[in-house]
């Protein structure tokens, strides 16, 4: 069975300052990686998405995760953090082999950032 | 609809009695899946549904657990016989078949007390 593992908790930092949320999975296939997010009070929403290729990907408001897949490692970065991205953060994969046309996503427990002024 | 709609946002129910959550997908999602997020913990796979039918239904923790979607639209989640640990936010996502990262709902918050 698939497991994520996200290594911190929680993650303070002040504001303008870069960050890096860590997360490792455990999987013997081919997977496809995910981070949501989830602002306060909010559902989650899809930040970024590895499938192939490039294994950096980035979002639209200035997050980037790599794949490396000799580490099973898909590090979530920001070089510039802002207030507005004080939420929680979730890791997820879902195999690519088998199961047809069903992505059912394993998560992680989440990572808090919270930005600082 | 813009997005996916999950009603109740919140139910508070006695231990012992019966609950359904509804979900309504994005139209034009074929694929609807329900996961179940407990206080502190990532969100956990329930149930996969494929157009009508239950493709894969291995997160549902006991039968006390069910969940339908007669006509491949709309979802509804049934708690049999409640208990406090079924506490939790559960969630509904929709896609396009074989589409990865699909849309979530904002939940279902569920209070046993």
Same mark, same amino acid.
């Given at each position: 069975a698939q497991s994520v593992t996200q290594l911190d908790s929680q993650v303070p930092v002040f504001e303008e300052a870069p960050v890096e949320l860590r997360c490792n999975y455990s999987s013997s296939v081919s997977v496809y990686l995910f981070w949501y997010v989830q602002y306060p009070n909010q559902g989650l929403q899809l930040l970024l998405k590895y499938l &192939? *290729? &490039?294994?950096l990907v980035e979002s639209i408001n200035g997050f980037e995760a790599e794949f490396n897949k000799s580490q099973t490692s898909f590090h979530l970065r920001k070089p510039s953090v802002h207030i507005s991205d004080t939420a929680e953060y979730f890791c997820a994969v879902s195999d690519r082999? *088998?199961? *047809?046309s069903n992505y059912k996503l394993t998560f992680g427990k989440g990572t808090l950032l919270t930005v600082n002024p | 609809g813009a997005g996916v709609s999950q009603t109740p946002s919140n139910k508070v129910t006695e231990k012992g009695k019966y609950v359904e959550l509804r979900c309504d997908p994005i139209s034009g999602h074929t694929a609807l899946y329900w996961y179940r997020q407990s206080l502190g913990q990532g969100p956990e796979f329930l149930i996969y549904f494929q157009g009508t039918g %239950? %493709? #894969? =239904? @291995?997160?549902?923790?006991? =039968?006390r657990f069910f969940a339908v979607r007669p006509e491949g639209s709309v979802s509804t989640l049934k708690i049999q016989r409640?208990?406090?640990? #079924? @506490?939790a936010v559960y969630l509904c996502a929709s896609s396009y078949a074989n589409s990865r990262g699909y849309t979530f709902g904002s939940g279902t918050r569920l209070t046993v007390v």
């Open positions: &192939s *290729g &490039s294994t082999v *088998g199961g *047809g | %239950a %493709a #894969d =239904d @291995s997160g549902l923790p006991n =039968d409640t208990e406090r640990g #079924d @506490s």
